[in-house]
Each structure stands twice: as structure tokens, then as C-alpha cells.
């Protein structure tokens, strides 16, 4: 039996590290994961800075001509060893060919986002038609929260986890001030159990379940930041519209990171950057997704 396929993450650590004979936690653990992953090759396509070229580096401690252990990719992610290829080709053209570069070459700029979108629509499970390259991620949610978000007396809640992304949670309590209600009444929080770090998906389905009725939207993360919890999207996208709230999602931990289906899932709306797990580098375009059910239904608004 391959012991990658054995159940849930913790599931299969816990197998391999019986296998070994050895802590979950141990060296021999993480070596039998690199020594198996079907992507190992893929290593080879990225940049790693070495040790010594980092300034926190402690080159009594290890040598300085190694590759670093580049566990900050939630942050910045590394780069791959074709960006400088691609990014010298279209330097060229601009430098020899000018304004001609919008339609000539073989990437031309002015079409530049039809191929993008259909390759960023694979890597989010949606239809090339259903997103959008552009903005960054908080922009993207602000415009996102525009259209969906249209509260009234008695449904003008937006449900966010504890914890949820800083620039999430004010992005979303300026929204709900735009609107004239006050963030102290219409942002509902859903926290781990006394004593747990992360969300059980029962309780984020019992809290919509209980407030539906004056939810709006139910605002999550794909991938918690703080935790790195994944979280169940499909379940959560059918609880909250079962409960008639729009369900969106801040997948910038999560898109190249985790499997995405959205447009399956049936998610209303989500938004990411790309310069994480997608490693797009700092200032790469961010994207943002709408289910094509809503291309009659919600219109972009701009106040």
C-alpha cells in the first residue's frame, strides 16, 4: 500500500512514522516525504538563495554555499529559473519593436490575459471566462464585496474567522461601514473551541445554520494563514447558500497550494495574489473569481 494515499494528512504522518519507527516529527519523516513526492523534479525548476546570502544567516552554525530551507513561501514565493528568460524576452521587444509589441511576437501584450486566465482557471478548478488577472488581492475583495455584498436591516452580517487575514478583516469592516452599519454588530466571528487551535467545519456549519438568516456573506480564507488550516469549501459554500448568503473566499493561501474547485464547489466569489504558492514574484497581478451564475445576476459596482 503507498502510505502517501492513506488517509487525511495527519493520517498518513502518523503511518509513515510507525513505517520508520520514529516520532512524527522526526528528520527521517520529512526526508521519507521529499525522497517520495511525484513533484520532487519540479524542485529543480526554482531558484534557492544560498545561506550565506541571507543576513540572518549564522555561518558558524551551517555552511554558507547551501541551498536555504525556504519555508516562507506563504509569504514570497521562490523564483522560477525561467522568469529572467521570459521577462529578457519581452525587454527585447519592447526595447526593438515598441508600441508593435501590443500585437506582435508570441506573447502579445494587448491579449496577454487570454492565455493567462485559462492557466490560472486550471489551477483554481473554474472556466477561463469566470476569472479575472488583475488589481491586487485587496483590491479585488473590495470590489468583490461591491457587487455581493448588499445588506439590509435584516441581513447585513459578514461571517469571517477569528483571525482572518489582517487586511481581510479591514477590508471587509470598511465595506460594512460604507454601507451605514456598524462593524461591531454586522462582523461575525466564528473561534476555535476553548482549548484548539483551528476550526472544526461542524461548527462553522452550525454557526451558519444559527445566524443564517442575518448573514450576508459568509467571507472566509481557503488556507488560514495563522493556522494553515484547509478549509472544507464545498461544505461551507453549501451551508451558506442553503441559508440564501453569498459564500466567498480569500484563496491567497490556497491557490497553488491546495486543490481548488470553485466553479464545482459552487463558490460564489473568491480572490488571490499570486506572488505566494503561485510564485509570480513581489507585484505579480492578483486574481478574482464569480461563478458564471451570476453573469446576469450580480453586477459590478463602484461607489
Known amino acids: 500500500m503507498d502510505l502517501l494515499d492513506a488517509g487525511s494528512p495527519r493520517e498518513v504522518i502518523e503511518k509513515v512514522a510507525k513505517h520508520l519507527d520514529c516520532s512524527p516529527t522526526s528528520r527521517e519523516v520529512a526526508e521519507y516525504f521529499d525522497k517520495n513526492d511525484k513533484l520532487r523534479h519540479l524542485r529543480q525548476e526554482f531558484l534557492f538563495p544560498k545561506v550565506a546570502q541571507l543576513p540572518t544567516s549564522d555561518l558558524s552554525l551551517v555552511g554558507g554555499s547551501e541551498d536555504c530551507i525556504y519555508f516562507v513561501g506563504n509569504s514570497l514565493g521562490l523564483q522560477p529559473k525561467n522568469v529572467k528568460k521570459y521577462i529578457d524576452e519581452e525587454l527585447k521587444k519592447w526595447a526593438t519593436i515598441g508600441a508593435h509589441g501590443h500585437v506582435m511576437g508570441s506573447r502579445p501584450w494587448a491579449w496577454a490575459e487570454n492565455d493567462l486566465e485559462d492557466l490560472m482557471a486550471k489551477v483554481v478548478g473554474a472556466k477561463p471566462e469566470e476569472v479575472a488577472l488583475m488589481n491586487g488581492l485587496t483590491v479585488n475583495l473590495h470590489l468583490l464585496l461591491l457587487a455581493f455584498y448588499q445588506p439590509i436591516a435584516t441581513r447585513h452580517k459578514i461571517l469571517l474567522e477569528d483571525k482572518a487575514f489582517p487586511s481581510d478583516h479591514y477590508a471587509v469592516e470598511s465595506q460594512i461601514r460604507l454601507r451605514g452599519f456598524d462593524p461591531s454588530t454586522s462582523m461575525l466571528f466564528v473561534k476555535p473551541r476553548p482549548g484548539e487551535d483551528t476550526l472544526r467545519t461542524e461548527d462553522i456549519v452550525s454557526t451558519i445554520e444559527r445566524e443564517g438568516h442575518s448573514i450576508a456573506v459568509v467571507m472566509l480564507s481557503g ?50 495574489c499570486t506572488y505566494k504558492y503561485v510564485n509570480s514574484g513581489a507585484g505579480g497581478l492578483a486574481g478574482a473569481f464569480i461563478h458564471e451564475k451570476h453573469v446576469d445576476r450580480v453586477k459590478p459596482a463602484i461607489f
Open 223 to 272: 488556507v488560514q494563514y495563522y493556522t494553515g488550516q484547509l478549509f472544507n469549501m464545498e461544505v461551507i459554500t453549501k451551508a451558506g447558500q442553503n441559508q440564501g448568503c453569498y459564500v466567498g473566499f480569500d484563496c491567497a493561501h490556497a491557490v497553488g497550494n491546495a486543490d481548488l474547485r470553485l466553479h464545482d464547489w459552487g463558490v460564489d466569489f473568491a480572490c488571490w
